[in-house]
């Protein structure tokens, strides 16, 4: 069930001031586990797809999979692919149908960004896909991409860059990272208070692992819609590979491991379903 893309999901969510979880999954169980607690939360949802796992499980095989799984979801799941530097590969997934492309240019100087990300917004308009992009260079570990140092992203530069572009979704730099945490957290409130309030495009958080809930809390009231989550679903599911084999080193039945792992990260997303205020989102 999809039937509203990600803009207009987006756009709801900021007139309900509640955010929607995007889950990087990276295989069936932990795509099922996060379309069971949308469902049971009544929820949106947004399924992100790495560039990793596009490429370790193929473009065509992964969107297949993710189609049979909310084939009868009684909620709308939107289908993500995060932080694309490749334009050819972000054209690959608009015709292999994702519902949404961020394409991550954000390491290039501010005219560069706009031309890359205005080529798939083009591209993407033609299908229907709605893009996302980057402004400013955020921080951390994101499987491939590593950014020791945070590019903070300047107003004046949205502005310009939202009117080329005509996007769907801004994600800026406005001191979150990607990964673990480690220290203080110092976030630019005012920023994401100024760009939502001012522009009538959505915010979208990179790097929502390791937050405390009022983080989560007093981002949304300053206009945050759209809040990615991906390393804690990667240590739930390994956390609990390990718990479950520890204490059952004797058996060898790997479907009640695959049922342990997936009730781990179904608790994961319900948690932050919860804490974005996105429950009943869906007939609000």
Not at 107 to 122: Q, R
Not at 128 to 135: K, P
Request: hydrophobic letters at 40%; charged letters at 25%; a negative charge.
């Amino acid at each position: 069930m999809t039937g509203i893309n990600m803009g207009q999901m987006l756009l709801k969510a900021k007139e309900g001031q509640y955010a929607i979880g995007a889950f990087n999954i990276f295989n069936y169980i932990s795509a099922k586990a996060a379309i069971k607690a949308a469902e049971d939360l009544n929820s949106f949802l947004i399924l992100q797809t790495s560039v990793g796992t596009v490429k370790q499980i193929g473009a065509s095989q992964l969107i297949e999979m993710l189609n049979i799984l909310r084939s009868d979801t009684k909620v709308p799941v939107i289908v993500h692919l995060d932080h694309c530097k490749d334009v050819s590969l972000a054209k690959e997934c608009i015709d292999k149908e994702w519902d949404s492309v961020m394409i991550d240019a954000s390491e290039k100087s501010l005219i560069e960004n706009i031309d890359t990300t205005l080529e798939v917004k083009c591209y993407a308009e033609k299908k229907n896909v709605t893009v996302e992009g980057e402004l400013g260079v955020i921080r951390g570990v994101e499987e491939e991409i590593i950014v020791d140092e945070e590019k903070t992203t300047k107003y004046s530069e949205v502005v310009e860059y939202l009117n080329a572009t005509g996007i769907d979704a801004i994600a800026p730099a406005v001191g979150t990272a990607h990964g673990l945490y480690k220290g203080a957290v110092s976030i630019n409130y005012d920023l994401v208070k100024k760009i939502s309030k001012n522009i009538d495009c959505p915010v979208v958080i990179h790097g929502g692992t390791g937050l405390e809930d009022d983080v989560f809390k007093r981002l949304i009231r300053n206009g945050a819609t759209k809040i990615n989550i991906s390393t804690a679903l990667k240590h739930a599911y390994i956390d609990a590979c390990r718990e479950y084999i520890q204490t059952n080193n004797e058996e060898y039945n790997p479907l009640k491991l695959d049922a342990y792992v997936e009730s781990k990260i179904y608790e994961v997303v319900k948690k932050h379903i919860i804490t974005f205020n996105s429950v009943d989102s869906v007939t609000r």
